[in-house]
């Protein structure tokens, strides 16, 4: 049973939401698609729901803090007990909602499938890039299909 602990907006859970998942390898081609991508997330205000775990997830929450939408971190961990300085501003606008789906320490590869097949759970929609056979989340692309929104290549 996950132990689920929010801190932030929980009124973010009722809006429509887009997860972000993203393989820890990626083609240099792909990366300039998914900029694009989040930088109109951002300029639309559509909520993004991701674990921001991956390098390019993170770099994808650069671009989404900067904007105004609604943000939701899942993190496959206990609760920061000190709160990232990057955090801060979107939490203190009401546009950010930390949820923590574990009570471990440190991130697994357990607890961090656990975190990704709850965003999926959660999701409206899921953008999934990288992700190949031997990907960790190629098991989840699968059986989420139904909710599976394709990158525009533009």
């Known amino acids: 049973m996950i132990m689920i602990e929010y801190l932030g907006n929980k009124e973010l859970l009722n ?5 972000f998942l993203a393989s820890s390898t990626i083609l240099p081609e792909e990366v300039l698609n998914v900029y694009d991508w989040a930088i109109r997330m951002a300029k639309e205000g559509k909520c993004v729901i991701s674990g921001f775990s991956s390098h390019l997830e993170r770099e994808v929450f650069h671009f989404l803090a900067q904007g105004k939408q609604p943000i939701i971190l ?9 709160l990232p300085e990057e955090l801060k501003e979107p ?17 697994s590869k357990a607890t961090a499938h656990a975190r990704n097949k709850y965003i999926c759970e959660l999701a409206d929609q899921i953008l999934f890039v990288g992700v190949t056979e031997t990907s960790s989340l ?16 533009y």
């Open 91 to 107: 939490l203190a606008q009401g546009r950010l909602l930390i949820i923590s789906t574990s009570s471990a320490v440190r991130q």
């Open 74 to 82: 899942v993190i496959a961990r206990k609760m920061y007990k000190e």
């Open 138 to 153: 190629y098991e989840l692309q699968q059986q989420w299909s139904n909710k599976l929104k394709c990158l525009p290549l």
């Open 15 to 19: 809006v429509p939401k887009t997860a």
